[in-house]
């Protein structure tokens, strides 16, 4: 809160430094896109943190069981560049709210399960829906996001997305860290994990109905059926 504060009032001041110009306030889809682009990326590092430490803690695998659990996300991405060319067919934002509900529906689908959740019904399966929404969501909100500004503040458009994306990552990270592990233990318990599922899942669903509300496919960054 203290830091959307700072930047508008930053943004505001007549004096700023060029990093931040106002006319990334002005742009109608760039704040509701990188609003989007926090939540579903709160839910990238989220899931991986919490998941990696549910494996290796609770269910006793190893590390490379860990990363066989969040393999399909990264073999899904291979397929964002074709699944951002529908946006041209179906709008921006119809592909944001898809991509989005389909990332929390994965990882709602692994918090769904009582301990201990079944590796390849539950994990591997929530992952790749996971990795699926993420795949169809990620395209076009960096495209409302950066392309939604005028040419000449493409640069500072990037580096806000950028942003949004790292401190989505830490505020993820303290928060679900916080919910797996409560008090001063250094293991995670089988209710904090679904809590922090079902915390992040919410999150991630949240943002892509703000995404459908607020992004426009009638507005620059928007690329609607027509276009």
């Known amino acids: 809160?203290?830091?959307?504060?700072?930047?508008?009032?930053?943004?505001?001041?007549?004096?700023?430094?060029?990093?931040?110009?106002?006319?990334?306030?002005?742009?109608?889809?760039?704040?509701?896109?990188?609003?989007?682009?926090?939540?579903?990326?709160?839910?990238?590092?989220?899931?991986?943190?919490?998941?990696?430490?549910y494996v290796q803690q609770l269910l006793r695998y190893s590390a490379l069981w860990a990363a066989v659990v969040l393999l399909p996300i990264s073999i899904m991405l291979l397929f964002a560049e074709r699944l951002g060319r529908l946006a041209s067919s179906i709008g921006t934002r119809?592909?944001?709210?898809?991509?989005?509900?389909?990332?929390?529906?994965?990882?709602?689908?692994?918090?769904?399960?009582?301990?201990?959740?079944p590796f390849w019904s539950h994990m591997i399966v929530g992952t790749s829906l996971f990795g699926l929404g993420l795949s169809a969501a990620v395209s076009a909100l960096t495209h409302a996001a950066v392309a939604g500004v005028p040419e000449t503040y493409a640069g500072a458009a990037s580096g806000l997305n950028h942003a949004v994306v790292r401190a989505a990552g830490l505020v993820s990270v303290a928060l679900l860290g916080s919910i797996a592990a409560p008090g001063l233990s250094d293991s995670v318990s089988p209710e904090g994990v679904q809590m922090a599922m079902?915390?992040?899942?919410?999150?991630?669903?949240?943002?892509?109905?703000?995404?459908?509300?607020?992004?426009?496919?009638?507005?620059?960054?928007?690329?609607?059926p027509a276009d």
């Open 198 to 224: 079902m915390v992040c899942a919410t999150i991630v669903g949240a943002g892509g109905v703000a995404g459908g509300v607020f992004v426009r496919d009638d507005q620059p960054g928007g690329l609607g």
């Open 94 to 117: 119809s592909m944001i709210v898809a991509g989005a509900l389909s990332a929390a529906a994965g990882i709602g689908w692994i918090g769904s399960s009582t301990h201990p959740v």
């Open 1 to 53: 809160l203290l830091a959307i504060i700072g930047a508008v009032v930053l943004a505001r001041d007549p004096r700023r430094q060029v990093l931040f110009p106002r006319e990334l306030l002005r742009a109608r889809n760039c704040l509701p896109a990188n609003a989007t682009t926090f939540a579903l990326y709160f839910g990238v590092f989220g899931l991986s943190f919490v998941v990696v430490l």
